[in-house]
């Protein structure tokens, strides 16, 4: 008869611990049923988790548009300036994105650039400002970081310069 009780108490000690198990993992699972995280986010305890180029409670915002400060760091000739610049997307089209105050040029200034299909790079290509032309990319390093690489260009000059810009 002892031996039938070790038996049922171990039985029932194994089958507890078997259904906390089962009751926790179908918790976990629960918790992102019905959340949709968009452009490759995953869910984890019932909140998207956003690659670099997306953002928002279910991923389908771009993390790029907002206020961004950084330095630009130019030479022929060496200038060091630091640049506040409005990223914001256009309504001519899913993929352009418009870019206020550009290296300085001024807050009424504005360019146009094309998102890569990943949402982390901004292209712009021969994109006129006064006397100048500006030729480059933004590279999404994270949410809130990004790289500048770009030349501006006139009659008799070439610059070649780059910045690091974070979110404000």
Known sequence: MKLFRQIALSALVTLGTFATVAYTSSC?????KGVTCNNGGTCSGGTCTCPTGYTGTDCSGYAYVGSWKGTDNCTNPT???TVTMGLD???TGATKVLVS???GYGSTVQISGTLST???TIT???QTVGAVTITGAMTLTSNTAFTW?????DTSTVQSCSGNYTKQ
């Open 118 to 120: 990943d949402a982390k």
């Open 79 to 81: 200038a060091s300036f």
């Open 28 to 32: 976990s699972k629960d918790a992102c």
């Open 124 to 126: 712009f290509t021969n």
């Open 101 to 103: 105050n550009p290296s």
């Open 89 to 91: 997307s256009s309504s």
């Open 149 to 153: 690489t770009y030349t501006t260009s």
